[in-house]
């Protein structure tokens, strides 16, 4: 009985290519069964669908992970949507996602899960609490406002239409940033004390990974905040395993 997760990538982003290469080294240090498929830019949305079939009917398989972003002849859509919802270790199949919805899942989309766990662990309560995300992408936004959610946080979304970003991100107690833009959030943006979750993975203007906060203004300032590199990129891996290992024990009968 051996966890197996499959790990498919089309193309040759560089990003993506450390992100796999990184969940194959965790599924190694862990014992875990792991199976990288890299498919070349051209590959065809057939063959492609071909591939997640036969991952999906092979039992030593029990987490399938399609790399995202896809080349653009690719439809996400339909790729993610053919992974049986049971091996969709990302969560991010549409039966996953509305089963987070309603706060019964087994899944949860890693990113967010990471961030709750780190909240978790630092003896954060949620309860009660405003928390503001900054970013609704169906990834990291939308998901990680519903944990909170589900954690009685009372949540606020933000997003590039939101007006005065500034006095709502304010109000938080616990501000997550998911937005893409690296060092977007600055010290006057945050109350004093507040937790800070930085989901960003971006560079700054000298090709140096960062995140969405600015770090060395807004670290005097939090309750507690959280680096990147290390903080929630390290969580994000270690949810998939947990996720993976799910798969696993439901597809061999065994309950927590
Ligand atoms: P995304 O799909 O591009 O979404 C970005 C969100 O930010 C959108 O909702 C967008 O609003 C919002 N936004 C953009 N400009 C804004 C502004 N000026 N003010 C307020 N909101 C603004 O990105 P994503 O996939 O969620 O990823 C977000 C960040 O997390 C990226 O840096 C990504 O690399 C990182 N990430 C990290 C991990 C990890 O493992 N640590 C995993 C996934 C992603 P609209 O919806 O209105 O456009």
Known sequence: MQPGLAVVIVGNDSASQVYVANKEKACTELGMYSEKHALPEDTTEEELLALVDRLNNDPKIHGILVQLPLPKHLDDKLIINHILPEKDVDAFHPVNVGKIMIGDFDFVPCTPAGVMELIKESDVSVEGKECVVIGRSNIVGKPMSMLLLHQNGTVTICHSRTKDLKEVTKKADILVAAVGIPKFVKADMVKPGAVVIDVGMDRDENGKLCGDVDFAEVEP?????????????????????????TAAKRAFGIND
């Open 221 to 245: 300032i939090a309750g507690a905040i959280t680096p990147v590199p290390g903080g929630v990129g390290p969580m994000t891996i270690a949810m998939l395993m947990r996720n993976t290992l």
